[in-house]
């Protein structure tokens, strides 16, 4: 299949289609042939400035932005400063901008309902397989790039990169060579221009295309055994049953899955779906970490993927009204209403002037609605209430005494009884 079969194989019929344009020759062969293919005027640029290179990182957009202005193409720049993410995130500078560039084109896919189109080619597809090969990855990470994968579309994965130069020199179209490319402190860099002519002296490389596609098979025949709808979300985290672990390259697959929903789409390795497959034999409240500041908690049934959030230590007077806290809003009205299950229904005059909303802490007790006097964090296990929720539980407080925990129960000292004049109910509502 042609580049210009698969740009109208995947391209909305009406809309606009976006471009990922570096100002490389893959990348200028593309958008050549996208607006021979579509037309111009169905035709946005998304064209990303990282901030690595300096001035010649601005002239590369320059260059992309006048060719587009003198072939009547829309062009959308988006800058980055990715050395001060990198050192917030502690991420490489590779794996920094690869993800910023993604947001970009996941942003623009879904405000257009359409597709972006990139300039990979055969040999960034050896590449990929290569890099997730000595990185230790699953059999899925043996099928590298593909023609589609969701909103992304390559034209050229069929093409070489002499190929497309050549392509480029026969139609005239002018490029940039971005000087990194020869740096092999990048990891793609070293398999570019340095592993993959070393395998060619003795080897054909073509032969990790043929292992790719063997391996695309290998996952299509094993999709069949897994139930994607068996995953389950929960503010943002993936909740994998546990039975879903019973054969391990099965549950390979759900570990992969449920990383890709939670938003962990890349750098998933091997050795980390080992460790989730090993973590859902271990006792509640057991962790492991993840890429990129995710992690995997084994819970009451469940083991749950997701992003490590920072604890809350949020601490706010307790008063009548509307607070803000943490990620919400607590409100505490009047109410004529009864006490009953799934409502927070309590006597205000029972609450002590000390009292404040904060999350909870070391030491602290609760006495449950006619229960006994328990250490809260035991109270949460009775519970089953998953560890990864309770540091961003507001409570009411007073000292080290909880009289209230959001969203579960009030404390037996603060209940509405014969004596009680007004009842107030406690709603806690994440924004």
Same mark, same amino acid.
């Given at each position: 299949?042609?580049?210009?079969?698969?740009?109208?194989? =995947?391209?909305?019929?009406?809309?606009?289609?976006?471009?990922?344009?570096?100002?490389?020759?893959?990348?200028?062969?593309?958008?050549?042939?996208?607006?021979?293919?579509?037309?111009?005027?169905?035709? !946005?640029?998304?064209?990303?400035?990282?901030?690595?290179?300096?001035?010649?990182?601005?002239?590369?957009?320059?260059?992309?932005?006048? =060719?587009?202005?003198?072939?009547?193409?829309?062009?959308?720049?988006?800058?980055?400063?990715?050395?001060?993410?990198?050192?917030?995130?502690?991420?490489?500078?590779?794996?920094?901008?690869?993800?910023?560039?993604?947001?970009? *084109?996941?942003?623009?896919?879904?405000? #257009?309902?359409?597709?972006?189109?990139?300039?990979?080619?055969?040999?960034?597809?050896?590449?990929?397989?290569?890099?997730?090969?000595?990185?230790?990855?699953?059999?899925?990470?043996?099928?590298?790039?593909?023609?589609?994968?969701?909103?992304?579309?390559?034209?050229?994965?069929?093409?070489?990169?002499?190929?497309?130069?050549?392509?480029?020199?026969? #139609?005239?179209?002018?490029?940039?060579?971005?000087?990194?490319?020869?740096?092999?402190?990048?990891?793609? #860099?070293?398999?570019?221009?340095?592993?993959?002519?070393?395998?060619?002296?003795?080897?054909?490389?073509?032969?990790?295309?043929?292992?790719?596609?063997?391996?695309?098979? #290998?996952?299509?025949?094993?999709?069949?055994?897994?139930?994607? $709808?068996?995953?389950?979300?929960?503010?943002?985290?993936?909740?994998?049953?546990?039975?879903?672990?019973?054969?391990?390259?099965?549950?390979?697959?759900?570990?992969?899955?449920?990383?890709?929903?939670?938003?962990?789409?890349?750098?998933?390795?091997?050795?980390?779906?080992?460790?989730?497959?090993?973590?859902?034999?271990? !006792?509640?409240?057991?962790?492991?970490?993840?890429?990129h500041s995710f992690v995997a908690i084994k819970e009451y049934g469940y083991v749950a993927i997701g992003k490590h959030c920072e604890l809350i230590e949020d601490e706010e007077e307790f008063c009548m009204g509307f607070t803000p806290?943490?990620?919400?809003?607590?409100?505490?009205?009047?109410?004529?209403?009864?006490?009953?299950?799934?409502?927070?229904?309590?006597?205000?005059?029972?609450?002590?002037?000390?009292?404040?909303?904060?999350?909870?802490?070391?030491?602290?007790?609760?006495?449950?609605?006619?229960?006994?006097?328990?250490?809260?964090?035991? *109270?949460?296990?009775?519970?089953?209430?998953?560890?990864?929720?309770?540091?961003?539980?507001?409570?009411?407080?007073?000292?080290?005494?909880?009289?209230?925990?959001?969203?579960?129960?009030?404390?037996?000292?603060?209940?509405?009884?014969?004596?009680?004049? $007004?009842?107030?109910?406690?709603?806690?509502?994440?924004?």
């Amino acid at each position: 299949m042609t580049a210009s079969e698969i740009i109208l194989k =995947y391209a909305p019929q009406t809309g606009v289609v976006g471009i990922g344009v570096s100002g490389g020759a893959d990348s200028m062969v593309l958008l050549h042939i996208a607006i021979k293919t579509l037309g111009a005027e169905r035709i !946005e640029v998304l064209h990303v400035e990282h901030g690595i290179r300096g001035q010649a990182s601005v002239d590369d957009a320059e260059f992309v932005k006048n =060719y587009c202005k003198s072939n009547g193409v829309k062009f959308s720049l988006y800058t980055a400063d990715i050395p001060s993410l990198c050192k917030k995130s502690k991420r490489s500078e590779e794996s920094e901008a690869r993800i910023f560039r993604h947001a970009v *084109y996941l942003d623009f896919a879904r405000k #257009n309902s359409s597709v972006v189109l990139l300039g990979h080619h055969k040999d960034d597809r050896k590449e990929s397989i290569l890099m997730h090969l000595l990185r230790g990855c699953a059999i899925s990470g043996l099928v590298g790039m593909t023609e589609c994968d969701g909103h992304i579309v390559r034209p050229l994965i069929g093409m070489s990169r002499k190929q497309i130069e050549e392509y480029a020199l026969s #139609n005239g179209i002018k490029y940039v060579t971005d000087s990194t490319n020869l740096q092999t402190v990048y990891n793609r #860099n070293y398999v570019r221009n340095v592993l993959i002519p070393a395998i060619d002296e003795r080897y054909d490389s073509d032969a990790l295309l043929r292992l790719s596609d063997m391996a695309k098979e #290998n996952e299509k025949f094993m999709e069949r055994f897994v139930n994607t $709808e068996r995953i389950t979300e929960d503010e943002g985290w993936c909740l994998v049953p546990l039975d879903c672990f019973s054969d391990t390259a099965v549950a390979s697959r759900y570990v992969l899955k449920a990383c890709a929903l939670a938003g962990l789409a890349y750098d998933v390795e091997s050795k980390h779906v080992s460790e989730v497959i090993e973590l859902a034999s271990m !006792e509640n409240g057991s962790r492991i970490s993840l890429p990129h500041s995710f992690v995997a908690i084994k819970e009451y049934g469940y083991v749950a993927i997701g992003k490590h959030c920072e604890l809350i230590e949020d601490e706010e007077e307790f008063c009548m009204g509307f607070t803000p806290f943490g990620e919400g809003t607590v409100t505490v009205l009047q109410t004529d209403e009864a006490p009953c299950k799934g409502k927070l229904i309590f006597d205000a005059d029972k609450v002590p002037m000390d009292a404040v909303i904060r999350t909870r802490r070391d030491g602290d007790v609760f006495k449950p609605y006619k229960g006994k006097t328990k250490k809260l964090k035991d *109270y949460f296990i009775d519970k089953k209430i998953p560890l990864r929720k309770r540091d961003f539980i507001p409570v009411i407080a007073s000292g080290n005494e909880v009289l209230l925990v959001a969203d579960v129960e009030i404390s037996d000292k603060i209940k509405v009884d014969e004596s009680t004049l $007004e009842k107030y109910e406690f709603v806690y509502e994440k924004q």
